[in-house]
């Protein structure tokens, strides 16, 4: 029974991420882990809590990613490798279910209103960084629909922000504990108020002006090919691609990821240069093949030169096959060939003193990995993706509101453009100003502003290391207490 409460629990806390956003739910969810977490602790009984955790990873996953499934159903010589997605499932759960056994038995000594949401944050931090990362799994992601409540991510940044939401989450477990209140008042002023008053006063001298200092006419072009369309030929995408270049007036005009149709062998384009007027900047996803080599490109491209830049963090046995001789199997998954990690900086540079950072598809999710020395400055983030892979039911949509995350998280506009949808102009605040339906061929246009926003990526960093220095204390108290 207990453990078919786990399971349970599992899938409806998937109900709490898009598209469904049912947040009510995380006040049962989250004191009911509270709640049969303190009575395994209380008995002692470790293996129970990896075998009940490994249930719930295992209902939460297979409903949060069920749409994982989908890319082998684009190709009738895939269909049959579907079930493939239930491993990735079982080696979430399996982490997920691990970290949390072990955080349990360290943090025996602290309240269980403060040790879930702990052992959620770690799990969600170690899945990201662990193998190749797969940081879409993040509980920031509940409040993305709420523009007032994503301000949270502008101060607090991705993984903290998921920290507090669990445990607002759990905050009425005191209701139902007979735990010494004075005790978990204290761990409360430690986790929660030290931190917010921390930021509080490091934000209070902190100018921003938002001056818009500039603006530039864009165009977004959803162009919704089809990737298992054989009737469209590579020339009826290009003449599409020139006619809509020919048709617009906009200063910056952008399309998806990979709809050029042609292999790019060189970088000449002279095909769409002449389709350009006097000024006019275009983006657009693309091939690229140098030195016996593929790269998954943004092609930034004026009439007098072309720049790019090659997707850096790629998607295992999506855009390569890991470990390929011992595992020649999935190539009819994969392909025959892999792409490689760019070596370009993520930043591009256009007229006007105006730079804007390349990101191509879910490479948005790496919140960790976009930002730098360098590029912190952008005006804005263009990201180029193409979501057919993902369905179209709740892949497109967790894809969308990721990337509403990063806009509110980096104080930087977003444009997304996704080849079928969901295209958009995302502002500094996460709130979508313009958007396209899924699965349409759309296209519009948008005067965007660019302001001078100030950035607390620094902050973020701080406020992990608060926290690792509290878990650390913790943990180095109760080793010592057991030794």
């Known amino acids: 029974m207990i453990t078919l409460i786990y399971l349970i629990l599992g899938l409806l806390t998937s109900l709490l991420f898009p598209p469904y956003f049912f947040l009510p739910l995380g006040f049962i969810i989250f004191p009911s882990l509270c709640l049969l977490l303190d009575t395994n602790r209380k008995n002692n009984i470790n293996l129970n809590i990896f075998k009940n955790y490994s249930l719930f990873g295992?209902?939460?996953?297979?409903?949060?990613?069920?749409?994982?499934?989908?890319?082998?159903?684009?190709?009738?010589?895939?269909?049959?490798?579907?079930?493939?997605?239930?491993?990735?499932?079982?080696?979430?759960?399996?982490?997920?279910?691990?970290?949390?056994?072990?955080?349990?038995?360290?943090?025996?000594?602290?309240?269980?209103?403060?040790?879930?949401?702990?052992?959620?944050?770690?799990?969600e931090y170690i899945i990201s960084i662990i193998f190749y990362g797969f940081p879409w799994f993040t509980f920031s992601l509940v409040i993305s629909s709420n523009e007032y409540l994503l301000f949270s991510l502008k101060s607090f940044g991705t993984l903290i922000t998921s920290y507090l939401i669990i445990q607002i989450f759990c905050l009425p477990f005191i209701f139902i504990t007979t735990v010494n209140l004075k005790k978990e008042i204290r761990y409360l002023s430690l986790f929660i108020i030290l931190p917010i008053i921390f930021l509080l006063v490091l934000n209070i001298n902190s100018k921003n002006n938002n001056l818009k200092t500039k603006t530039i006419d864009l165009e977004i072009f959803q162009l919704n090919f089809k990737n298992n369309d054989k009737s469209l030929t590579p020339e009826k995408k290009l003449n599409t691609i020139i006619n809509n270049i020919q048709k617009s007036s906009a200063d910056l005009l952008i399309f998806g990821e990979n709809n050029f149709p042609y292999l790019l062998d060189n970088l000449d384009l002279k095909i769409l240069k002449e389709s350009l007027k006097e000024n006019q900047v275009l983006v657009i996803g693309a091939t690229r093949f140098q030195n016996n080599q593929y790269y998954n490109s943004l092609i930034n491209i004026t009439e007098s030169k072309v720049t790019y830049f090659d997707k850096i963090i790629l998607v295992p046995f999506g855009e390569f096959l890991p470990l390929r001789a011992s595992l020649t199997f999935f190539e009819n998954i994969v392909g025959p060939n892999n792409y490689s990690n760019g070596k370009e900086e993520r930043i591009i540079n256009l007229p006007n003193n105006i730079s804007f950072i390349p990101v191509i598809c879910y490479e948005i999710v790496f919140y960790w990995k976009l930002l730098n020395n360098l590029n912190y400055k952008s005006n804005f983030i263009i990201n180029i993706t193409n979501d057919f892979w993902f369905g179209e039911y709740i892949g497109p949509y967790q894809h969308l509101y990721l990337t509403k995350m990063r806009a509110a998280e980096f104080n930087k506009p977003i444009i997304r453009v996704s080849n079928n949808g969901i295209s958009a102009v995302i502002d500094n605040k996460g709130s979508i100003i313009k958007k396209t339906e899924l699965n349409n061929i759309e296209k519009f246009k948008h005067k965007l502003f660019l302001q001078e926003n100030i950035n607390f990526v620094n902050q973020h960093l701080i406020l992990k290391i608060y926290f690792f220095i509290l878990f650390l204390f913790f943990t180095l108290n109760y080793l010592r207490k057991n030794a």
Do not use: D, H, R
């Not at 209902?59 to 010589?77: A, C, D, Q, T």
């Not at 049959?80 to 491993?87: H, K």
């Open 58 to 123: 295992f209902g939460f996953f297979i409903s949060y990613l069920f749409w994982v499934k989908n890319p082998f159903f684009v190709f009738e010589e895939t269909k049959n490798f579907f079930l493939v997605f239930l491993l990735l499932i079982i080696l979430l759960s399996l982490i997920q279910s691990l970290v949390f056994t072990i955080i349990s038995k360290l943090g025996k000594n602290i309240p269980v209103i403060f040790l879930i949401p702990f052992m959620f944050t770690i799990s």
